[in-house]
């Protein structure tokens, strides 16, 4: 019976370690998505809320829109056990949409869990809004706090920088990209999912560049651990 070389050894556990850590899932934070909408138009706007913690369950969720650039016209897609509300803000300036003056938008909306219906440990939920039109910018930053059974929060409020580090607690924000009207939509790292029902949780998109990197690295390092049992084996007497 032959054995693998000790250095062989080594870098077929580093491989096998690498493929561990390179393909796990990625931080499940709240993510926006949509898959139609554009600067100027109006779109569903779908919020992906996953409980990370491990022994309490998310009840509540608060998404701020924005002020400076509102949008005029937002509704709520009902999700069965929970109970969604708005907040309205009186503009500092009136807004003038498709002729008519604005001077009142949402600012908040919030989903509410009913008794028994939170989303437990390792399920997610999705929430989504109807609205628009969206402004004449490249995102939209929605900041959202989550909010456990055990009375503990979870603030995405957090800025993303350009050539910096996601922050901690990044705030959810929508890429709007595509042009009025474009079917193919955009999305700001999770899935355009609208079901209404609570699903075990899965992780971001797919593998973050880091992983991809990761991945190459493990499968090399398993060919050349191969390739010095293959060596071992031809030195070693009566092989």
Do not use: C, N
């Not at 898959?35 to 022994?55: I, M, Q």
């Not at 709520?76 to 509300?85: C, D, L, R």
């Amino acid at each position: 019976m032959h054995i693998l070389t000790r250095s062989s050894a080594v870098a077929a556990a580093a491989a096998l370690s690498v493929v561990a850590l390179g393909v796990g899932p990625a931080a499940a934070h709240v993510r926006v998505s949509s898959a139609d909408a554009a600067p100027g138009g109006y779109g569903e706007l779908t919020f992906r809320v996953p409980t990370e913690s491990d022994t309490a369950s998310t009840v509540r969720v608060a998404v701020q829109l924005p002020t400076d650039t509102p949008l005029a016209s937002v509704s709520t897609k009902p999700v069965p056990g929970w109970t969604a509300t708005t907040e309205r803000t009186t503009l500092d300036a009136p807004v003038t949409v498709h002729g008519s003056e604005v001077t009142e938008v949402v600012s908040q909306v919030v989903w509410t869990a009913d008794p028994g219906a939170g989303i437990a440990p390792g399920e997610y939920q999705t929430f989504s809004i109807s609205a628009g039109p969206m402004p004449d910018t490249g995102t939209l930053a929605l900041p959202a706090v989550q909010t456990y059974d055990d009375g503990t929060e979870a603030a995405w409020i957090e800025p993303t920088v350009d050539g910096q580090e996601e922050p901690e607690h990044p705030a959810p924000v929508l890429e709007l990209t595509a042009a009025a009207g474009d079917t193919q939509g955009v999305s700001a790292g999770s899935p355009t999912d609208t079901t209404a029902t609570s699903t075990a949780a899965a992780p971001d998109d797919g593998p973050s560049g880091l992983a991809v990197t990761g991945l190459v690295v493990a499968v090399v390092a398993l060919l050349a651990a191969l390739a010095g049992l293959v060596t071992g084996r031809r030195r070693t007497p009566g092989a």
